[in-house]
Structure formats: structure tokens, C-alpha cells
């Protein structure tokens, strides 16, 4: 189970490079996750058992994946924020499968991968046919620490002027032809 959890105190720098060989660690490819044939590799997204078994999985994206002299594999992750779990909270343009990629770092227990997932852009996002379990959007960068976001700004539509949420359904206006 993840010992960290994205926004409390833990290593928020990104880790060092991995040590030479006389220290005993390697750096891996890929990991196959525990008990599955699935194969995840750097660069890609996973889901990670949090040690409160009711919540949801945490969502990560794998930055490197290192092995000691013992075999123990660590990877090295950059979390996604879940809305509820930024400064502010959840707001109501917030998509249920939205995701924020945070610029807080961790090492974690490769056996912690509960399973693969996809962080889409949003503009792929809203093209999907069908959203699966797996399928998450991003659209903001996030700073844990300040609670700040990039872009800070995003278009806004109707007379609500409220960001789409791609979980609601939008009309177009037949005056104006806005959506």
C-alpha cells in the first residue's frame, strides 16, 4: 500500500538520479505488475493502492523504475490530484474523471501498482466514444504547496459562464449559436 498520499508531507523535490552499481540499483524498463500480466513502462500512468482500502486508487505517472541489490523494485512517480484533494476543492466544472498533474514526487513500492490507467488530454477526452474505468482527463497543472494552477484561466461558455464539464451535456443556443 502506498505509505504516502498525494498532498501530505513526503519528498515534494524530484529524486535523484539513480546510483551507480556499486550501490547496488539498477534502473529498469518496465515492471510487470504483481499478480498480472501487464506490463508498465515509464512515462506511463498507473493506479496505486492507498493504504485506506476506501478510497479510491491513487493515479501516478511513472517517471523511472529502479531494482536493488535484493530485487525490491521502487518506482519513481509524479502524482495526479483528484479535485477533492487540491486547495478549494472540487468545484462544478470539474469533471468526475478529472485528474490534475501535480509537481509532487515520490518513491513507492512497485508491488503498490494496482493496475494501468489513461490521463488523456481534454481535448482527447471529450473525442472518446466510450470512457472506460481506466480513461482520466487533464487539463491543469498543479503546485501542492501553493495550490496554484496552470493555466490559470480557462475558456468559459453560456450564460453560466462556467468551464465545460464534459460530464454535462451542452445545447447550442439557437439566437447566438454558442454552446
Wanted: glycine share 8%; proline share 5%.
Amino acid at each position: 500500500m502506498a505509505k504516502t498520499r498525494p498532498g501530505l508531507a513526503s519528498s515534494n523535490t524530484k529524486p535523484k538520479a539513480t546510483a551507480s552499481a556499486a550501490g547496488g540499483k539498477k534502473e529498469l524498463d518496465s515492471y510487470t505488475i504483481r499478480g498480472t500480466t501487464k506490463v508498465v513502462k515509464v512515462g506511463e500512468c498507473v493506479l496505486m493502492r492507498p493504504s485506506d482500502t476506501g478510497k479510491p486508487p491513487y493515479v501516478a505517472r511513472i517517471e523511472g523504475i529502479d531494482s536493488d541489490s535484493r530485487n525490491n523494485v521502487k518506482v519513481r512517480v509524479r502524482w495526479y490530484y483528484r479535485p477533492e484533494e487540491s486547495l478549494g476543492g472540487r468545484r462544478q466544472f470539474h469533471g468526475a474523471k478529472e485528474l490534475f498533474l501535480s509537481d509532487h514526487h515520490d518513491v513507492q513500492s512497485a508491488h503498490t501498482i494496482e493496475g494501468k490507467c489513461t490521463v488523456h488530454s481534454f481535448k482527447n477526452y471529450t473525442k472518446l466514444e466510450n470512457v472506460g474505468a481506466e480513461d482520466y482527463f487533464c487539463r491543469f497543472e498543479y503546485k501542492a504547496a501553493t495550490g496554484g494552477f496552470t493555466p490559470d484561466r480557462v475558456a468559459v461558455y453560456c450564460k453560466c459562464e462556467m468551464p465545460y464539464n464534459p460530464d454535462d451535456l451542452m445545447v447550442q443556443c439557437e439566437e447566438c449559436k454558442d454552446w
